[in-house]
T-cell receptor, first 115, second 115 residues
Framework: NAGVMQNPRHLVRRRGQEARLRCSPVKGHSHVYWYRQLPEEGLKFMVYLQKENIIDESGMPKERFSAEFPKEGPSILRIQQVVRGDSAAYFC?????????????FGQGTRLTVV | AQTVTQSQPEMSVQEAETVTLSCTYD???????LFWYKQPPSRQMILVIR??????QNATENRFSVNFQKAAKSFSLKISDSQLGDAAMYFCAYRSAKGDDKIIFGKGTRLHILP
């Protein structure tokens, strides 16, 4: 029973390049959440998606960041023209349904380093 | 907006002793969920314990228990019989029960277990 799978675990990008982070939710889960964790900080909500829909992107920076969760395949968090300040750990979580008492399962995160 | 505050950046406890991690939160809502997550060096976010705000009884999970004081907006975590494997970052988190799915995290407390 695979949990939430994120890849890559580590990603190094030069300033100005694009970063693509992938998240495969738990089988049967149709809700995906992305969070960002800066060093020595808690996780900060970025975006909530269901299959083919963005439900809440209130935590996403207005520029350079985008997310999708297609009908088939993993959810993708895309960061264009990365800058040093984008260096962080990015976590994905999934849940079965939009019920507040259902648990969100987290992946192990992708650590993005911008050099 | 809801906030979660963990005032202890680091704590240490002797193996087999008991330790309490503090957490306070701010919300105008009456129905919500509170969580403690553990993040070991592997970065995996592991749900330790969950409390529904409408329940007066404090949640317990084996050696982990909470002291939930709704009026004071306090949600502390007690770890009994501390073990070396308990060493990790611990995050207190809040989630509304009203339809806003995002989880709001505190900045974390790093717990060291002294052998």
């Amino acid at each position: 029973n695979a949990g939430v799978m994120q890849n890559p675990r580590h990603l190094v990008r030069r300033r100005g390049q694009e970063a693509r982070l992938r998240c495969s939710p738990v089988k049967g889960h149709s809700h995906v959440y992305w969070y960002r964790q800066l060093p020595e900080e808690g996780l900060k909500f970025m975006v909530y998606l269901q299959k083919e829909n963005i439900i809440d992107e209130s935590g996403m920076p207005k520029e350079r960041f985008s997310a999708e969760f297609p009908k088939e395949g993993p959810s993708i968090l895309r960061i264009q023209q990365v800058v040093r300040g984008d260096s962080a750990a990015y976590f994905c979580a999934s849940s079965r349904q939009r019920q507040m008492n259902t648990e969100a399962f987290f992946g192990q995160g992708t650590r993005l380093t911008v050099v | 907006a809801q906030t979660v505050t963990q005032s202890q950046p680091e704590m240490s406890v002797q193996e087999a002793e008991t330790v309490t991690l503090s957490c306070t939160y701010d919300t105008s809502e009456s129905d919500y969920y509170l969580f403690w997550y553990k993040q070991p060096p592997s970065r995996q976010m592991i749900l330790v314990i969950r409390q529904e705000a409408y329940k007066q009884q404090n949640a317990t999970e084996n050696r982990f228990s909470v002291n939930f004081q709704k009026a004071a907006k306090s949600f502390s975590l007690k770890i009994s019989d501390s073990q070396l494997g308990d060493a990790a970052m611990y995050f207190c988190a809040y989630r509304s029960a009203k339809g806003d799915d995002k989880i709001i995290f505190g900045k974390g407390t790093r717990l060291h277990i002294l052998p």
